[in-house]
C-alpha cells in the first residue's frame, strides 16, 4: 500500500531563507507526483506536478525535484517570504491506468516565514 | 478555482438531516472526486466517478452516496448527517492518459464546502 510521509510536519524560517520541503513515497510505481499549497481555510491551489518520467520541474522561485528509485521528492524554496506562509502538500498519483488516479497525500508541512 | 465550483460555501444542518453537496466542472475532465479533509487524518477519498453514471468507494465512503448524472456536475449526499461529518469538503477533477503526457495538469481542487452538523 502507497504511504506518503512529508517531513517536517512544521518549519519557522526567516524571510530571505532558502528552503527545502520533503516528500517521500514507499511505491516507486506512480503515474506523477503532485505539490500542492493550502492557505488556512482555503482549498489546494496546485504548484507543480512531476511526471514519472522527469526529474524536476520548475516555476518562478519554487523547484520540485523527484527520485523514483528512491521514492523521495523535494520542494525547494528559494528566496523565502511571509507570503509564503501556507501548508505545503505532497501527492502521489498510483500508476494504475484506468482506475481514476486516486491521490495518495502527505500529511503537510506547514510553513511559517518570518519577515 | 477556474473550471470547478462547489456549493454551498458553508452550511449549518442538525443531525439526521439529508444534505446535498454539489460540484460543477467546465472542464470536461472525465474524473472528479470527493474528498473530506480532517485535522489529523488529511485528505481522504470518499467516491469517486470516472464518467457519467460511473462511480465508485473511496476510503471512507460509509454514510455518504454520489451521483453523477452528467459529465459537469458531481453530487454528494449525506444520507442522515451526523456530527462527524463535520469537515471540509473538497471536490477534485482530472484527466487521465495511458501515459503521463505533456499538458497534464493533474488535479485541480474546488474552494471546499465547509459543512457542521449539530
Known amino acids: 500500500k502507497q504511504e506518503v510521509t512529508q517531513i517536517p510536519a512544521a518549519l519557522s524560517v526567516p524571510e530571505g531563507e532558502n528552503l527545502v520541503l520533503n516528500c517521500s513515497f514507499t511505491d516507486s510505481a506512480i503515474y506523477n507526483l503532485q505539490w500542492f499549497r493550502q492557505d488556512p481555510g482555503k482549498g489546494l491551489t496546485s504548484l507543480l506536478l512531476?511526471?514519472?518520467?522527469?526529474r524536476e520541474q520548475t516555476s518562478g522561485r519554487l523547484n520540485a525535484s523527484l527520485d523514483k528509485s528512491s521514492g523521495r521528492s523535494t520542494l525547494y524554496i528559494a528566496a523565502s517570504q511571509p507570503g509564503d506562509s501556507a501548508t505545503y502538500l505532497c501527492?502521489?498519483?498510483?500508476?494504475?491506468?484506468?482506475?481514476?488516479?486516486?491521490?495518495?497525500f502527505g500529511q503537510g508541512t506547514e510553513l511559517s516565514v518570518k519577515p | 478555482d477556474a473550471g470547478i465550483t462547489q456549493s454551498p460555501r458553508h452550511k449549518v444542518t442538525e443531525t439526521g438531516t439529508p444534505v446535498t453537496l454539489r460540484c460543477h466542472q467546465t472542464e470536461n475532465h472525465r474524473y472528479m472526486y470527493w474528498y473530506r479533509q480532517d485535522p489529523g487524518h488529511g485528505l481522504r477519498l470518499i467516491h469517486y466517478?470516472?464518467?457519467?453514471?460511473?462511480?465508485d468507494k473511496g476510503e471512507v465512503s460509509d454514510g455518504y452516496s454520489v451521483s453523477r448524472s452528467k459529465t459537469e456536475d458531481f453530487l454528494l449526499t449525506l444520507e442522515s448527517a451526523t456530527s462527524s461529518q463535520t469537515s471540509v469538503y473538497f471536490c477534485?477533477?482530472?484527466?487521465?492518459?495511458?501515459?503521463?503526457?505533456?499538458?497534464?495538469?493533474?488535479?485541480?481542487f474546488g474552494s471546499g464546502t465547509r459543512l457542521t452538523v449539530v
Open positions: 466517478s470516472y464518467g457519467v453514471k460511473d462511480t
Open positions: 512531476i511526471q514519472s518520467s522527469q
Open positions: 501527492a502521489v498519483r498510483p500508476l494504475i491506468y484506468n482506475q481514476g488516479g486516486k491521490l495518495i
Open positions: 477534485a477533477i482530472s484527466e487521465e492518459w495511458e501515459r503521463p503526457r505533456q499538458g497534464d495538469h493533474g488535479y485541480t
